[in-house]
């Protein structure tokens, strides 16, 4: 699932260990990592806090593996994916927390589902998630005294 991705996927093959490729405005072909820090750091020199939310380890049947990042902005808005669904609201909202707090850390997410709520994760696995809480520089001079 790409719920929260606002790139597209192109066309064609994907390339190497199966990860897809995606479109740059330029034309040319990028990981889509690097179009999130790319982002990031734009938002970063607008003076914006960003978060980072990347995979780390999984166990069992989950929708997305190590490595996958979700990044998401000071306005809320997302790019990117660690699976859809349920798990990437709860890590949007574990992102918008840590962002008001300025604290980073890890979170272990189970994705099954409760029988109190029917319809929820059903993958049945576990991501741990990492949690980076980026800061704007802030001028000499400019911060407390």
Do not use: N
Request: aromatic share 4%; net charge negative.
């Amino acid at each position: 699932m790409r719920g929260g991705s606002r790139v597209s996927q192109t066309a064609g093959q994907p390339s190497g260990r199966g990860a897809p490729r995606w479109k740059r405005e330029d034309g040319g072909r990028m990981e889509p990592r690097v179009e999130l820090y790319r982002e990031a750091l734009v938002r970063l020199d607008r003076g914006e806090r960003v978060a980072l939310a990347t995979v780390v380890s999984t166990s069992g049947s989950t929708p997305q593996k190590a490595g996958a990042t979700l990044l998401v902005l000071h306005d809320g808005s997302m790019r990117g994916t660690i699976g859809g669904g349920c798990v990437e609201a709860d890590a949007w909202a574990a992102a918008r927390q840590m962002m008001r707090s300025g604290d980073s850390g890890l979170r272990t997410f189970t994705l099954a589902d409760d029988p109190d709520e029917p319809g929820g994760d059903v993958c049945g696995g576990t991501m741990d998630v990492m949690f980076e809480v980026l800061f704007p520089d802030v001028p000499a001079g400019a911060g407390p005294a």
